[in-house]
């Protein structure tokens, strides 16, 4: 019998919570750790949706990226949503294990999924942050090289890869050819990807200025989205998951989706 222990264990093992960045709250959040699991959720987020989807579906666990409980909340009611989302995982028996900036970090995780995801040579660290207790190092985002090629060409086709709803971006190089990446907001990590020759970064969440700065300093900025940039690890969740529990079913939402329209 499979437990929600059992999966935390062989996460922790290819993410480390340890290495989550101390502003987080990565781990096992809802549940006991001894119920018995048969079928999992993976989902970007813990959302209401996902929850009635994972009820839906028989799912006695929920493994997502983002928490499902941040910023320290000092009480779990009806009356905030992160509450609810918490009383309705406990009402229907519904565990939660979340790997956040630690699955971010680790090679395999968010940001080489993303770099993967689009086309990138001769993946590297953006910026090594340090090693686990395996000795693997880790660190946020990756860089990589493509295909030199027109940044308005390049921009489409980050679209089209990541089914982003819309993308912004600031045009400081006519082509594209060394890229940085890095999932959801890692534009304050611009001048790493200067530092190692990058023309263009990928990221979202970018502010007004950010863009001057980025213009100003000769780099390509675009904002895909932070959905569209993290929900490249979903299916390697998936795919880890399965391995390591083959008898069990683990499916991807359907239902959460980017949650802002663009045109």
């Not at 509450?83 to 395999?108: F, P, S, Y």
Request: aromatic share 6%; charged share 20%; proline share 3%.
């Amino acid at each position: 019998m499979t437990t929600v222990k059992d999966v935390y264990d062989v996460l922790q093992k290819l993410a480390p919570f340890e290495i989550q960045e101390g502003f987080d709250n990565a781990g096992f959040l809802v549940g006991h750790r001894d119920a018995p699991v048969t079928k999992i959720l993976v989902s970007l987020d813990i959302t209401s949706e996902v929850i009635q989807e994972a009820e839906q579906l028989g799912c006695e666990l929920i493994v997502a990226h983002h928490p499902v409980i941040f910023g320290g909340i000092k009480s779990a009611t009806d009356e905030t949503v992160t509450g609810r989302n918490v009383l309705a995982l406990a009402e229907k028996h519904i565990a939660a294990i979340c790997a956040h900036t630690n699955l971010d970090a680790i090679e395999g995780g968010v940001n080489t999924a993303l770099a993967k995801r689009l086309g990138l040579h001769d993946i590297g660290m953006l910026e090594q942050t340090g090693t686990d207790g395996q000795g693997r190092p880790y660190g946020i985002g990756r860089i990589g090289t493509v295909p030199e090629m027109p940044l308005d060409v390049f921009v489409q086709y980050v679209k089209a890869l990541l089914d982003a709803n819309s993308v912004r971006y600031v045009k400081a190089q006519d082509t594209v050819q060394r890229v940085a990446v890095g999932g959801g907001a890692c534009s304050d990590m611009m001048q790493d990807a200067l530092a190692l020759g990058c023309d263009t970064f990928v990221t979202a969440d970018v502010k007004y200025h950010t863009y001057l700065d980025a213009k100003a300093m000769g780099l390509n900025l675009i904002d895909s989205g932070h959905y569209a940039t993290e929900n490249v690890v979903c299916p390697v969740l998936k795919d880890w998951l399965t391995e390591a529990f083959p008898d069990l079913t683990v499916t991807i939402s359907q239902v959460h989706r980017e949650v802002y329209c663009g045109i």
